[in-house]
């Protein structure tokens, strides 16, 4: 994910891969630091849907989710918007 997020964004959680041994590394956890337990919030590229561009977030406080057309990084940022309690359009 360190690749989708160079621009002057900078994720303020901390983003990991969900599964160490996916290949692909599209499906990730964000937790407050490198030191909490708690997931936060998670967000995976949608394989099998008819778009190959989109991007499921979930962010669990508050509770939202759903799909944005992008990438890792607009995903990612929806939900730290959401968590750190910014408004955001979740695009389509």
Do not use: N
Request: proline share 5%; with cysteine.
């Amino acid at each position: 994910m360190a690749d989708a997020l160079t621009d002057e964004w900078k994720p303020r959680l901390h983003w990991r891969i969900t599964w160490a041994d996916d290949p692909k590394k599209q499906d990730y956890t964000a937790r407050a630091d490198k030191q909490s337990r708690e997931t936060i919030a998670r967000i995976y590229h949608m394989i099998s849907a008819p778009d190959p561009d989109r991007w499921f977030w979930a962010c669990y406080d508050p509770t939202a989710s759903g799909t944005v057309r992008g990438t890792a990084r607009d995903a990612a940022k929806i939900v730290e918007d959401l968590h750190f309690g910014r408004q955001t359009t979740a695009g389509a």
